[in-house]
């Protein structure tokens, strides 16, 4: 072979290998805008969610308790101290829920899914409606229809979502709802929530019932929830009881000598029940 045709071959080459395209850069995972996540620790995906003007910080003995997990601590905008962004306006908690998936999504986990009180009906929204996304779900005190857990009625509970939505939408308003926040927050975290974004949360949280779409959940669910006294314990395991009576693979926990944050009033409770079922059992 002659040089020439050599060179005319590498030259050819050289061109075709030109025109074959690069691979497309990755596309990079979603970042949520109503939230943000800290990771922690090494192992199993475990999501935890607060509940409304919690933060993150009600899970620090969670996450010290029971290691051998990594750990996704939701912290949702407007919440405890974080800038509302994408709730600063609208529904927040259909969204968030939405948010939450493509989270779970974009980052090919299937992740156990743990929330308390509202972070419970996210937990549940996710698990129904994107079932191949939950590997299990754990629900800490909270009702598939929210506005049983303050034992009213669904119009009662609109009712008064209604007033506290149209109060936030004034500064005195929103004044007097954050004195009423700091005074159920979470050690003092609660006084620090966004008025405005708490009385749509709570405005639909009032409307909203789940119970049809409990059959929905395919994966492992378990709930735990509170019962203060002897006196109400066996009205507390009815309602717990035929709440999710429609739930497949339901398993109830009932926590004695406790109120709605059971984190703090029986953590050594609560982390077991967590442990065991992470574990599986």
């Known amino acids: 072979m002659l040089r020439r045709d050599v060179l005319a071959g590498l030259a050819a080459a050289a061109a075709l290998i030109g025109c074959v395209p690069s691979a497309a850069p990755a596309e990079p995972p979603f970042e949520p805008t109503r939230f943000t996540v800290e990771v922690r620790g090494t192992g199993p995906d475990v999501i935890l969610i607060p509940g409304l003007t919690a933060g993150p910080e009600i899970w620090a003995g969670t996450v010290t308790s029971v290691p051998g997990y990594r750990y996704h601590l939701v912290h949702v905008g407007g919440m405890a101290g974080a800038p509302a962004r994408g709730n600063a306006s609208g529904p927040v908690v259909a969204p968030l829920a939405d948010e939450l998936a493509r989270y779970v999504a974009s980052r090919n986990l299937r992740p156990a899914l743990i929330g308390h009180s509202m972070g419970g009906t996210l937990a549940m929204m996710v698990a129904a409606r994107r079932p191949a996304l939950a590997g299990r779900v754990m629900v800490i005190d909270m009702l598939p229809r929210p506005s049983g857990l303050v034992g009213s009625s669904p119009a009662r509970a609109r009712a008064f979502a209604d007033q506290m939505r149209d109060v936030a939408a004034t500064p005195g308003g929103r004044r007097l709802l954050e004195s009423l926040i700091g005074s159920f927050g979470t050690n003092g975290s609660g006084g620090t929530s966004d008025a405005n974004v708490v009385a749509r949360a709570m405005h639909e949280l009032a409307s909203l019932d789940l119970t049809p779409d409990l059959p929905r959940i395919a994966t492992p669910l378990t709930i735990v ?26 398993e109830l926990v009932r926590i004695d000598g406790s109120g709605h944050m059971i984190m703090y009033d029986q953590p050594a409770r609560l982390h077991a029940a967590i442990r065991s079922f992470l574990a599986g059992r």
Request: charged share 25%; hydrophobic share 35%; aromatic share 12%.
């Open 225 to 250: 929830y509170a019962s203060p006294s002897e006196r109400s314990r066996a009205r507390d395991e009815a309602a717990y009881t035929a709440a999710y009576a429609s739930a497949r693979n339901a």
